[in-house]
């Protein structure tokens, strides 16, 4: 991974569903953690608990936004709609900061979280739809946990720490709403999951930054597709979904205007269905 694609995407590792039915009895989300309430949407690191929120998805989203603009790691979620439900489903989120630093750019990062496939196999089997939802932080405690941990080996930062900031604040907030490749492999791979476990069960995945979502999901020909192919065949495909994000978010980087994020569905393939949400279609709603 080059400096460029780790500032650019950064990482979330992400995995799997769940949904929703009439029949979804909410005692079966019983497990070795402890249930707790909370009245918004919050980044859990401990673990301990499992955090669930009652809130429509427009709200929850709104949390999510602010949660992108003021957490350092990464979480996801899944929101059950016919409950009102959403559920906390990330463990071991972590920030890594690399070491192959170019001149005057920040550091490539990895920021990832993984999930409990055991506990969202329960959910998954007795419901028809999820939504599956992480962020990527951006905003200036994230920055500055970063450039913290690159000042601890040492980094210098040119011409001077303020506008070094500045300029990184201004590269999350143009480049870091989009899915990384990780996200695509693990879409992937969790809707295939999902469709062995309940083939009526309907998956949406969708990562939240400062500026709003990019919503990613299989097409009906990419299900058949990624279902029939071997691992090198699905490699080549997303690795050539990947380099067009690169491409996409490089273009933008070299003539130094922001990317119109809106484009990014010009990204869509036959498999892979792609769309970009304004932060301002949900906060205009409340």
Known sequence: MNTLRGLVLGIGIFSLAGC??????????????NIRYSRSLEVNTENID????RKDEERGVIDLMELADNS???????YLPQHNLWIEIGKEENLKVLENREKNMPSPYLNGHYQDLEYLDRIVKKNNEAHIYHIHPGGKEF?????????????KFLPNKESYQSRFLELCKNYNFSPSIQDFYSMV????HSFEVNDKCK??????????????????????LFKRVDYAERDEKLSRLH??????????????????KNKISDLSNRYIDIRFIPKQAFISRH
């Open 50 to 53: 499992r955090v669930m929120t």
């Open 72 to 78: 350092v790691l990464e979480d996801s979620w899944v």
């Open 243 to 260: 380099q067009s994000l690169v491409s996409f978010n490089e273009k933008s980087l070299n003539s130094k205007i922001a990317p119109n």
């Open 189 to 192: 791979s969790t809707s295939l």
């Open 143 to 155: 920055v500055y946990t970063v450039m913290q941990k690159e000042e601890k080996r040492g980094i």
């Open 203 to 224: 998956v949406i995945f969708r990562v939240v930054s400062m500026n709003g979502i990019v919503e990613y999901k299989l097409t009906d020909e990419g299900k058949a």
């Open 20 to 33: 929703t039915t009439n029949r979804f009895n909410l005692d079966e989300l019983n497990d070795d953690r």
